[in-house]
């Protein structure tokens, strides 16, 4: 098991950038894959990045592809969500999820993810 907590989130203008980071405790972030979705406000929550085990393999959605990237930092034992250029409808909780390494993953569906963080809050106004 892991548990998951998310920092990093905040206000910020257009145009600018923020970090997120999600701390894995348990067993390492290396045992599972990863992802990065969000949840605007009366919006099912959406997908935005992952991250194969492996660290190999990147996964983005078209909205923010280009904008973000995501990364692990093995000593942190975190899983780093870069967002630049940052535009009023990227305004959401982010939250970082978790999926067993060992068993067939969509990267994109939120079914495949068995750990959830609590979320963080990222505001960008115009």
């Known amino acids: 098991q892991v548990q998951l907590v998310e920092s990093g989130g905040g206000l910020v203008q257009v145009g600018g950038s923020l970090r997120l980071s999600c701390a894995a405790s348990?067993?390492?972030?290396?045992?599972?894959?990863m992802g990065w979705f969000r949840q605007a406000p009366g919006k099912e929550r959406e997908f935005v990045s992952a991250?194969?085990?492996?660290?190999?393999?990147?996964t983005y959605a078209d909205s923010v592809k280009g904008r973000f990237t995501i990364s692990r930092d093995n000593a942190k034992n975190t899983v780093d969500l870069q967002m630049n250029k940052l535009k009023p409808e990227d305004t959401a909780v982010y939250y970082c999820?978790?999926?067993?390494?060992?068993?067939?993953?969509?990267?994109?569906?939120?079914?495949?993810?068995?750990?959830w963080g609590q979320g963080t809050q990222v505001t960008v106004s115009s």
């Open positions: 991250l194969h085990w492996s660290g190999g393999i990147t």
């Open positions: 348990g067993r390492t972030s290396s045992s599972y894959n």
């Open positions: 999820a978790a999926a067993p390494s060992n068993r067939p993953w969509n990267p994109r569906d939120s079914r495949a993810y068995d750990y």
